[in-house]
T-cell receptor
């Protein structure tokens, strides 16, 4: 099946610094990738839709200037958390939309990145 | 917003027991998906249900889509510790097929 990787898997940073998280589709090209955030014991919440070669589309309530998304190639999207604060500590998960297969369009999820801001 | 409410929120059972998880909404969906997420990992797709009343089986897991396509259930027979995880239903929206996840059911199966 399709594989999506994320790097790093864990990161600890100090308050006020910026952190970049990478999401790669390893064996397919993804024109669309998605970024989710998951707080402890909660479900996944979509943050933004990342489109290759164009600006990301952010969900309501997500600050686009704080969560910078770049989708520079068909296999790579990055999420940069700028001026991170402890409340940004969370599990960030990306997914990549695979080319249409018989039966529907599927998203494949990365393993997630645990961000801790101290 | 098309909310997906899952119940129960948390379930702790012993190996060998049966259980059912529910995913409910007031909205009608063209399809619903079920995912399982293990701690520290991304969710993995289990099944997509499309037709009202549809029943799909995946080994010991049985998924059903409500006749009115507003709800779905997941039944696990003879649960095993390997079934432990967060079970999420989700629906796709928009031309980008972005996913909206349900509130989740956390299942713990002990020996």
């Amino acid at each position: 099946g399709a594989v999506v990787s994320q790097h790093p898997s864990r990161v600890i940073c100090k308050s006020g610094t910026s952190v970049k998280i990478e999401c790669r589709s390893l064996d397919f090209q993804a024109t669309t990738m998605f970024w989710y955030r998951q707080f402890p014991k909660q479900s996944l919440m979509l943050m933004a839709t990342s489109n290759e070669g164009s600006k990301a589309t952010y969900e309501q309530g997500v600050e686009k200037d704080k969560f910078l998304i770049n989708h520079a190639s068909l296999t790579l999207s990055t999420l940069t958390v700028t001026s991170a604060h402890p409340e940004d500590s969370s599990f960030y998960i990306c997914s990549a939309r695979a080319p249409p297969l018989a039966g529907g369009v599927e998203q494949y999820f990365g393993p997630g990145t645990r961000l801790t801001v101290t | 917003t098309q909310l997906l409410e899952q119940s129960p929120q948390f379930l702790s059972i012993q190996e060998g027991e049966n259980l059912t998880v529910y995913c409910n909404s007031s909205s009608v969906f063209s399809s619903l998906q079920w995912y399982r997420q293990e701690p520290g990992e991304g969710p993995v797709l289990l099944v997509t249900v499309v037709t009202g009343g549809e029943v799909k089986k995946l080994k010991r897991l049985t998924f059903q889509f409500g006749d009115a396509r507003k709800d779905s259930s997941l039944h696990i027979t003879a649960a095993q510790p390997g079934d432990t995880g967060l079970y999420l239903c989700a629906h796709r929206t928009g031309t980008a097929s972005k996913l909206t996840f349900g509130t989740g059911t956390r299942l713990q199966v002990t020996l």
